[in-house]
């Protein structure tokens, strides 16, 4: 009953039997039937149509579970025997938000493919949680963020830390108020923003207005904990998902925004921003490596992971 699960678990990521059907490059009816046979050995429905998009009964549910189950054991032999009868060779799937898949992991990748240029990689960009089901379902061998991930199903690793700044128009007169503290892109770049004599007071920014990043973001559950302590409530122009897309509003002299020096240090510098850094310690985070906990990790992807902890930033 498991022969053919790859079609009941395409349709389910699908929604419905048509897109599953393109997805799998077979005819509808062609599928329809198979999904039939697999439902009358069974002995009970895995899906009910009468629901739009189609969904699973309680029975395709565990289905869905145990074939999901079969699929990451058949996946984690494959990538076992390349690894016992090749040399480094295969694939690795790496998931990250779009700052990591746009500014970092290509450059991680391309460092560690001059030794080891047989392995290929695959890049998923996405948010935290969409990158977590994809981690649990198996699509994923590991996912780089900068979120702290509390789940006894994942184990992590530190890749690097990170320091969260505040980018600020160069129009705003704040930066003449404060011109003993602010930061150029280049300062940056040598690190001069660690040194701590350069903090400053979120509170003296309360004036001006803000694009902050949702919620559901960890730079923006910082910036809002943030605000919180200095009982601040802040004028926010825009609300957004990602931090490159904050920034490149703030390079228009539209508002701060609270950026990563990672980003600072890996995009074309701006002349029209100058950066600050904040005196709390919430604005300083580590970036982790995840993978899923008792599942087999290729040669491959684990010496991907130590490679990429010992190289600096």
């Known amino acids: 009953m498991f022969t053919n699960k790859n079609y009941i678990i395409t349709i389910y990521k699908e929604g419905s039997f048509s897109k599953a059907a393109q997805a799998l490059y077979i005819s509808q009816p062609s599928l329809s039937a198979t999904v039939k046979r697999i439902e009358e050995k069974v002995g009970l429905p895995i899906f009910d149509r009468s629901t739009h998009p189609i969904s699973l009964t309680e029975v395709g549910r565990e289905y869905i579970k145990y074939a999901t189950e079969i699929e990451e054991k058949e996946h984690d032999f494959s990538r076992f025997l390349s690894d016992f009868t090749n040399s480094l060779t295969g694939t690795v799937r790496i998931g990250g938000s779009s700052l990591f898949s746009a500014f970092v992991l290509p450059g991680m990748i391309s460092k560690f493919n001059k030794q080891y240029p047989n392995v ?47 980018a600020v128009p160069k129009a705003f007169d704040i930066n003449n108020r404060l011109k003993n503290f602010r930061l150029c892109a280049d300062d940056i770049k040598e690190n001069k923003h660690l040194l701590k004599e350069y903090s400053v007071d979120l509170n003296l920014f309360g004036s001006y207005p803000f694009i902050l990043l949702n919620p559901e973001n960890d730079t923006g559950k910082r910036s809002d904990l943030l605000f919180n302590r200095y009982n601040m409530t802040p004028n926010i122009i825009f609300s957004l998902d990602q931090q490159v897309t904050a920034y490149n509003i703030s390079c ?22 100058y950066f600050f850094r904040l005196s709390d310690a919430e604005t300083m985070r580590n970036i982790f490596f995840y993978r899923k906990k008792n599942r087999y990790i290729s040669e491959s992807c684990q010496r991907f992971i130590d490679a990429s902890i010992n190289i600096k930033l």
Do not use: C, R, W
């Open 252 to 273: 228009t002299g539209m508002g701060i925004s609270f950026v990563s020096d990672i980003l600072i240090k890996k995009i074309d510098s701006s002349p029209d921003l």
């Open 120 to 166: 290929k990689f695959k890049i998923f960009e996405n948010n935290t949680h969409a990158l977590m089901e994809n981690l649990n379902l198996g699509q994923l061998d590991i996912i780089i963020d900068n979120a702290v991930i509390k789940n006894n199903e994942v184990l992590s690793s530190v890749y690097t830390s990170e320091l969260i700044l505040l």
